[in-house]
């Protein structure tokens, strides 16, 4: 019979695997055992030390499942890997191989995927130079068929491959900035929604835009940036869902992702979402790798702290966790605002507290003459800006507020129309 799982072991030397249960999970492994070698230091050769390889080996020869993976809860060096893979006979991942096969699985975009092959090359690098290293002492001769030429060429042949991804990334970054300066031009404000993986960001676009992005339990089901228009009473505003944080994620993973994350960097406001129905002890850690993830990405707009899934704690608990946050100090003086993407409480306060910190409107006023050429320029400045008055008599005059980044391109095109900028 066919099965409708993959099945896994983990295997750790602390015992803070719920995280990697959870990302085995989302790649589709049933963990159906889980070895722990409480030690402070891996092993030098095989990670969890001989014993522990042999335990694990008679494990799988003797178990009625199928086991199809070992994962370690942690980061293997190569010649630990190869160690391993010799002497269990399937194939080890570590974590960040495992956080990188479900990249793979999620990238839906070619941008995404061109970040998760980049990732995934610069990952296996050290691992095709030990493979080369073992294959040359006669360790191993089944890899490339040992021949030095073909070995060589395949490590070429990576570096080849990696060259041509950055230089289309590169392209697609082009894209991008010309689609970010449109924006800007075209007066919206941009709002981004960040967050560990699985806090809500999605559910919450989804909620404030009426749109229908994937959302699911499993963890990293956005690695594509999704952007959507909304108004905030009045205000054009362009929000954006994220790819989620994740601890200990080696920086050559992040900078892959570099582009899609600058969203967050270039946003007026960061929503950044938690999910406060977690255990206080693994909510803080989220939250702190969260913060610190946003200072990497040199934040500088305001942060509002969006406290997600209340629906699943009581009143009394989320009062507890807002203090015990607090008291650690770590939010400084974020605005932290209680919410539900699932019931839509609090969402209006949540609106609120974004419309009071965005950049403060300012006041325009000018006058036109009336033609053609000036009637599409004022169905555009309807469009952008929140209007307050227009009279017409010989001239067109039209006074309100506008996006302080627009209101250099009104007075410029007002000039360029023979027209008169009064304020
Ligand atoms: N009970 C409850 N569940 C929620 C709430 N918001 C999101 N969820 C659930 O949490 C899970 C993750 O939600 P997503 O919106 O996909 O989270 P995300 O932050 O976009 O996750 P990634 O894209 O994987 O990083 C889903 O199962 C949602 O249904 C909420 O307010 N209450
Ligand atoms: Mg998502």
Known sequence: MKKNHKNAIVVSLNEDISETLELALSLGYKTVKTFFQLRDKPDVNSYIGSGKVEEIKEFIENSNDDIDLVIINGEIKPSQWFILEKELNIDVYDRVRLILAIFEQRADRREARLQVKLAQLQYERPFVRELIHRARAGEHPGFMAGGEYQVDDYYEMIKKQMKKIKNE??????????RRRHRHTGGFYLVSLAGYTNAGKSSLLNLLSNEKVKVEGKLFSTLSTTTRKIKNKDLPILLTDTVGFIQDLPAFIINAFHSTLEEIEVADVVILIVDISENIDTMV???KVSLDELIDLDVNSPIIIALNKTDLLSQQELLKKIEHIQKLGIVNDKKMIPVSAKTGYNINMLLETIYNVLPHLIGF???LP?????QSFISWIYEKTRVHEVSYNDFVTI?????????GII???CKEFKGLVIQ
């Open 169 to 178: 990334l590169e392209s697609i970054r082009g894209e991008r900035e010309l």
């Open 285 to 287: 850690k989220k939250l």
């Open 365 to 367: 006023k000018i006058k």
């Open 370 to 374: 009336v033609n053609n050429e000036t």
């Open 399 to 407: 006074s309100g507020e506008c996006n302080i980044r627009i209101h």
């Open 411 to 413: 007075c410029s095109k």
